[in-house]
């Protein structure tokens, strides 16, 4: 595995990847650094990283092979279609998915998505408009302050660069 720890607007984050394809992004706890070792893979994921943090990127151009069941593939093929600047509600994610009973099975995709940012579950809200839970911060309950903040934050950067 090989992996790259940088600093961005929206605290640490870590890519990981395979060598030929981005496994996992992280956001990470102050103070969680480990040593990177970084492939080209994590440097090209990190640089689009930086372009998205400037606005200069709306979409990611990565390969990507997260480590997930075919079902939670599917949950995040449909999910890295939603768009730039846009939130649709856990119900719509799951109309968009073919089933339209299955809100919190979307929101469980949600919460197990391992590439976060690039994968945007970010853009999954509640119906009334509200965050919902996001699992952002590894180590933090999807509920915690700091994780629904850093939701929040992310929504807004894409509105502001939309």
């Not at 579950?121 to 629904?148: A, E, M, V, W, Y």
């Amino acid at each position: 595995m090989h992996e790259q720890i940088g600093n961005s607007p929206f605290g640490l984050i870590s890519v990981t990847s395979n060598g030929n394809a981005v496994t996992g992004i992280r956001f990470l706890q102050d103070g969680e650094t480990d040593a990177s070792k970084a492939d080209n893979v994590s440097r090209e994921t990190w640089q689009q990283i930086e372009q998205w943090c400037a606005g200069e990127r709306q979409e990611f151009d990565l390969p990507l092979a997260p480590p997930v069941s075919a079902s939670l593939h599917e949950w995040l093929t449909v999910l890295g279609r939603i768009p730039y600047g846009h939130t649709v509600t856990y119900k719509e994610f799951a109309l968009r998915a073919g089933k339209p009973e299955a809100p919190r099975a979307a929101g469980t995709a949600c919460a197990r998505n391992p590439i976060p940012l690039i994968i945007p579950c970010h853009r999954i809200t509640k119906h009334d408009g509200s965050l919902g839970n996001f699992g952002g911060i590894q180590g933090l309950d999807p509920k915690h302050p700091r994780n629904l903040a850093l939701k929040q934050a992310l929504i807004d950067h894409e509105h502001y660069h939309h």
